[in-house]
């Protein structure tokens, strides 16, 4: 058995369900691993363990994955959990926001750091970033509750299904069905493993491909699984549940059917390139690296 | 300034036992009358201390009562009226000489007086000293610093705490010599603690002896010499007769104390 | 009244108003009052167990191993006071990191356990127990020195003899600071990557907006750092039995000059950047994301957006200074004042003390959105946030400090009928002082790492805000120049303010200068 | 016990002058003779304790130098040699009395004497509070515990800074006859700051006279009266003549100093 470690991105959640399924499957350790799932979290960036080593794989997203590649990290991304992207406006129904145009004005409830994806969204839409009032907020959807802002910029898998655990029942704008086309949930890894840890990668990537495939047959087995596996973590089973039905659409598609988990098209990675364009980020094709879900898929 | 009501002091079946059980005071009745200067004496840890600060009000008695003039200790400090020094000088460490004495005016809500403080300074010697902070000063002048400070107030009471102790023989005359007049005119009440027999002749106007602990008054001696009193006249036979008989009565105290008697 | 009504008396106002202020908010998911507290509680009391044994073990380590370092670090700086200045300086900038930047350093180093946290929680306390334990090495008369000196042994019998015993009420002081601040770096260290503990479902809650569990998790971190924190108060009565003397220490020739002071400085720049570049080289970190000082130096010199990173740095320095002198300032005010009311209203204590120390325990993204609520997330917020985190080692300093007045002197203030107010003016803010300076040096680096806090929760400007913004672009060049700016401006600060306190200490308590 | 070498202390041209300017001592050439008790008299504030306190090793002189038996004050007091009762007690707030005596041992690097304590107890009449903290004694027996504390040791060099100045004249007496044959045998050089010019004489061999600040010597007084000397001995006409020699001396140091006659 080789011990190797993925590198979530987040607190645990059905967010990451495929990955639970594969180890409570057995299909990892099957394939000659011992995977550790490292937990996220506000102050647990995904590449620094990456580049050390200390996981194998991050799970990043392809504008956290420019910007460390800016900063000299040696990353591939090797796999694409999320074809669309999770990023969604918020609003409530009084105030809903359906459009970007109608986002001027507004007061808007984001990490600041978040601040880019917005820009990008607007110069994609032809709207006034500079008419968009920008609140910054952190972690929960208390402002918006409270009307302190008129919209979230958040993931349609996370306050939103709050909201809804409270009976409000959001208005959410995909931001993806507005042009902004950015992978997350990226699979990344770096080119020394992928020149040495071939078979561990393309072991640890079938694992996940089979593990979220089982996911898609049934989100409330895969919500149920989580609950259970983490006692400790505070998760409550109707709220991931919705979580998991939400995570569908955004990760699966005809192209997943067609290829299988983790795809992309290579029309997909030009969009890609240019909304990072648009987030400052100048990459090549070249970032996204097919070779191991070719061999998981045994292509 | 003379026509100040005269403060007397009356200690009613007063008595105090220390947290830790020490009895410290018997049921004492003692009173002292206002305007004369009384000097008491007795064995050390007799509980000399004990009844000078339930007099100022700083300890309350287990039983009995103080009263000065009719109030009781806290009243007549809020009116300013008392005034000690302490056996150990506690001065304010922060401040320097002159503005230590200064302080007990303001504290005692008395309008200030650099001339008085000023000539305090000089009376106690310490000239050349009013910038300096307590820790540059030796022993005997932290002393004569918490004598000046006491003087400040012209309280109507004086609680002076064997003041002279660390004062030497000549020094300590000079101040037996300058200071009474300061409060003697004004009807000050004062009581003086004292290790020095001859001191407490040569000050006093009577003289309390007191026995071991826990403290019973063993003679209560008038002292009816003439003021004002040189410091030749402590060779006189009439002082030494007085102070001999104050020594043999604190002599005396101790002697009948068994349980000391037995050491 | 009978005294067991009285004691009762001031939880009990505490919780009706809590739960007042809980029903004046209903509706919008900000608070939620003792009542539905309890009643999450009694429905979760596994979960609850076991995140707080999780948190609560981390919490203890931290605490124990952090005092144990700080009390060592003062008995060397005691025993050999030519490193005093070093060691100190050292500490401040140890003290300076913020979690931004340890976090991912110590998950790689520490991995996936409970490492990282107690470190954080060490990290936490280790420094606001030292100086206040250094002021309480030097709380003595010179008397007792005088004493060991003439059986011709030195500091070591100093040490063990007097200081030992003479700075317990300091120490506790600095224990009592620490208690709720171990609980509070264990709560925030679990943000770094941890499976378990009150801090993960801290996060977990308040994003699922379970305002009854995120306040019921808020309700314990309050509580045990409330008995831990009387506990340590009850602990040091008993030790405290006699009245704090009068300490008369002979005033001395400053022998610390200019020279000297800059030598010390060169010193600690020295030994920082030698273990800075020297620990990550020896623990083989990855230049990726651990900077060493030749990166931040080429990066504001030869890089060609050398100037780019100048003016960002300097523009978020500006905004954060606008911030950070009046929180602090607000802070110490804060602290000191309370700690003077409660001293002249005792009975105000058992009302103000627990609301004081929960404050303190609480991670902030929890109490934030009270504080926007009620300030606003522009300047009256963002220094509010500020003072609230800077102003409790002052408070609890000031308390001790408050109680150091030597009871001789209040005797005479007593005989002339001075009253509680007099003897604050006259008397123990004087005493007082040496704790309040400790204070306000625990409270630069404090509100330095404060503000960035706030800046990042509440305004999204400044040096907080740069930092969250590099950390997630993974520009670590950017964030450690953000965080050598933030520890110089530390520095910078706290020199500021050890030379305003040697001028009033060398007239009000000698004994603490120039030793 | 008996046959330990004697330390004789010579002083050698000391002048002290403290960091506000203050000259405490001028240039200044004594020796006190190894193993016998010298009194040192001299108004308040000229430096006696300064003296004293350079003799120990606790400051260092201006200028000039101290010796014990050849060795310098830190050397002697490494060696456990010295022992000093200050002024002001000082006694550590936290250790009860017999802990604060015993705490002299084990500076001194001595075994601990759980006998000795006791015994030092008793003489100095502090039967009965072992297990008290200074908090709880009175002035004078905080003081007596000092004085037992600076004899636990068994010191060859003893300086007593006023050790009796808050003890009352019966105890003081007591003391002045049982403490002496403690040091006496053991041919401890003794240095007797003292405000009392029969204390002085009653104690030392040899009394030296200090003019007020800075001090200078203004007389040097042998005593040569015999021992033991009991208290009924102040009354005799040779102890009277070497006691107002002693006062006139002190007066006669003030006189000529112009700053202070000027007063
Ligand atoms: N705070 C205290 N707690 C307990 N016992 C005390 C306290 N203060 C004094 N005592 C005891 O009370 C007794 C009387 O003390 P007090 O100070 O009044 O004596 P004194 O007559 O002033 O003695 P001295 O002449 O030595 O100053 C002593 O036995 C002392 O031990
Ligand atoms: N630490 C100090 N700093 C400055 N001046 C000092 C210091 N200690 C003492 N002095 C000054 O030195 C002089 C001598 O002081 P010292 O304590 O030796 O006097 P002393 O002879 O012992 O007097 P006393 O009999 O009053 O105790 C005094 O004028 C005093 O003000
Ligand atoms: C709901 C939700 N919010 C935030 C993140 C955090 N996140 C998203 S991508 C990424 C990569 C960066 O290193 C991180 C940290 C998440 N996973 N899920
Ligand atoms: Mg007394
Ligand atoms: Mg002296």
Sequence with gaps: ?299 | MVDRPLVPITCTGLSKIHDNGVMALDPLDLTFEGGRTIALIGPSGCGKSTLLRLIAGLEQPTAGRVSLAGLAPAEQAARGAIAMAFQDPSLLPWLTLRRNIALARTLARQPADPRLVDELIGLVGLEGFHETRPAALSGGMRQRAAIARALATRPQVLLLDEPFGAVDELTRRQLARDLPPLWQPLGTTTLLVTHSVDEAVLLADRIVVLSPRPARVVADLPVDLPRPRPPEMTETPEFRRIAAQALQALAQGVADNPALAAQ | MTTLARQAGSPFALLMLWQLAAAATAGRFLLAGPVEVLAWLSANPGLVGRALSVTLANAAWGFLTGNVAAILIAAVAMGWPRVLPLLTGLALVVFCLPLIATGPILRVMMGPGNGPQIVLAALAVYYTTLIPLLAGLRAAPAGWFDLVATYGRGRLAELVHIRARSSLPYLLAGLQISAPAAFLGAMVGEFTGAERGLGVLTIRFARDLNVPALWSLAAVAAAISIAAYLAIGAAGKRLQTERPPVILAPPRLSRGSAPDRLGHAGLLAVATLALWWGGMEALGLDPFFAKRPPDLLAALTVAPEAAAMWQALLRAAGETAAFVLPGYAAGLALGAGLAMLLSLVPALAELVTPLAIALRSVPIVTTAPLVVLLLGRGAAGTIALVALMVFFPTFVACQHGLRQAPGQVLDILRSYGAGPLRQMLHVRIPAMLPAFFASARIGVPAAILAVTVAEWLATGRGLGNLMTLSASLSDYTMLWLTVVLATLASILGYAGVAWAERRVLRVFAPEQVDR
């Excluded at chain 1, 999320?82 to 009084?94: D, E, R, T, W, Y």
């Excluded at chain 1, 996911?215 to 991931?240: H, I, N």
């Design chain 1, 1 to 299: 058995q080789t011990p190797v470690a993925l590198q979530l991105s987040w607190l645990h959640s059905v967010q990451f369900a495929g990955s639970y399924l594969a180890v409570q499957n057995g299909w990892w350790r099957d394939a000659g691993l011992e995977v550790s799932l490292l937990q996220g979290g506000p102050n647990a960036p995904v590449e620094p363990p990456v580049v050390s080593g200390t996981a194998l794989v991050g799970i990043s997203a392809a504008d956290y994955t420019a910007a460390a590649v800016a900063q000299g990290a040696p990353f591939r991304i090797i796999g694409v959990a999320m074809q669309k992207n999770p990023f969604v406006i918020a609003s409530l129904p009084g105030n809903p926001i359906v459009a970007p145009a109608d986002l001027p004005g507004k007061r808007i409830g984001m990490a600041v750091a978040n601040t880019p994806v917005l820009q990008a969204l607007c110069s994609l839409n032809d709207v006034d970033f500079n008419a968009v009032r920008i609140v910054p907020t952190q972690y929960s959807a208390q402002p918006l509750l409270a009307g302190e802002v008129d919209g979230l910029l958040c993931w349609e898998t996370d306050l939103p299904v709050a909201m809804a655990m409270q009976g409000v029942r959001a208005q959410t704008m995909l931001m993806a069905d507005h042009g902004y086309a950015l992978h997350s949930q990226t699979y990344i890894a770096t080119d020394d493993s992928l020149a040495n840890r071939r078979s561990e990668l393309v072991a640890l990537m079938t694992g996940e491909v089979r593990g979220w495939n089982a996911y898609r047959a049934d989100t409330d087995a895969a919500a149920e699984l989580t609950v259970a596996m983490f006692p400790d973590a505070g998760m409550d089973l109707p709220t991931q549940r919705l979580q998991a039905e939400r995570q569908v659409p955004l990760m699966f598609s005809d192209l997943t059917d067609a290829q299988g988990f983790g795809s992309w098209t290579d029309e997909a990675v030009q969009a890609n390139i240019r909304t990072l364009a648009l987030l400052g980020r100048s990459v090549t094709p070249e970032l996204w690296d097919r070779s191991i879900l070719d061999e998981v898929h045994g292509r």
